[in-house]
């Protein structure tokens, strides 16, 4: 649900950029068609296995690189052994518009070329620890858009899961950025909640995170 206020665009700490309402409830309802039909396959979404046991709570589906702890490769060996599908030209010109919308930059934003996303489903008992996204080779920005239930996004530092870290409520349609300096800040998603979102949006229930990056791989 659109807020009676208008959130102001905000730098949450230097090259972290919060948009508020970034997504139209259209774009809106197309990104979800879209991750529909890749949670289906050729890699279907799966609850991903960590390296030492256990398996992450939200559910994962990827386009372009298919993504594993802690590697990304172009077919999926822990799921089903196919090629994902690949990364759609649009899908990078959307990337292209966030950043532009994020950093006022058009120069840095037309060589933005991302190659893969990580389509994140959260239901209301998901959560993800703080982490750094630092299987990349390549040291371009991460556009995160948020679609469905309202989340706490988690912003901390460079050097350790623990404070200082900032508490970002981001709600279906924003747009989150992250390059720069904060290119490799730990961040997490320690609370969802359920019921927030505007059904218009195109998901009934729950929380959809598509995050695209550059790999920096080739092949």
């Known amino acids: 649900m659109s807020a009676l206020i208008p959130r102001p665009t905000t730098e949450i700490a230097p090259g972290a950029v919060h948009v508020p309402q970034w997504l139209t409830l259209q774009q809106q309802r197309e990104l979800v068609t879209a991750c529909r039909g890749w949670a289906t396959g050729p890699v279907p979404i799966r609850h991903t296995a960590l390296p030492r046991g256990g398996v992450m709570s939200v559910q994962t589906v990827c386009v372009g690189w298919h993504w594993q702890p802690y590697r990304y490769t172009r077919t ?7 090629q994902v599908a690949p ?6 010109e959307l990337g292209r518009r966030a950043l532009t919308a994020a950093y006022a930059d058009a120069s840095a934003a037309a060589a933005y070329t991302p190659d893969t996303a990580l389509i994140n489903f959260y239901d209301g008992q998901a959560r993800m620890g703080m982490h750094q996204d630092k299987d990349e080779r390549s040291p371009a920005p991460v556009v995160s858009l948020s679609i469905g239930d309202t989340c706490v996004f988690r912003v901390g530092n460079t050097e350790t899961r623990t404070k200082p870290y900032t508490d970002v409520e981001l709600a279906s349609g924003d747009l989150f ?18 019921g927030t979102a505007d059904p218009a949006c195109g ?4 929380r959809l995170n598509i995050t695209m990056r550059v790999t920096g791989l080739t092949g």
Do not use: I, Q, T
């Not at 998901?203 to 729950?206: H, K, P, Q, V, Y």
């Open 76 to 82: 999926a060996g822990d799921v089903n052994g196919r």
């Open 87 to 92: 990364f759609p030209e649009w899908l990078v």
């Open 177 to 194: 950025v992250f390059g720069g300096p904060s290119r490799y800040v730990f961040h997490g998603v320690p609370k969802v909640y359920e």
């Open 203 to 206: 998901l009934a229930s729950g």
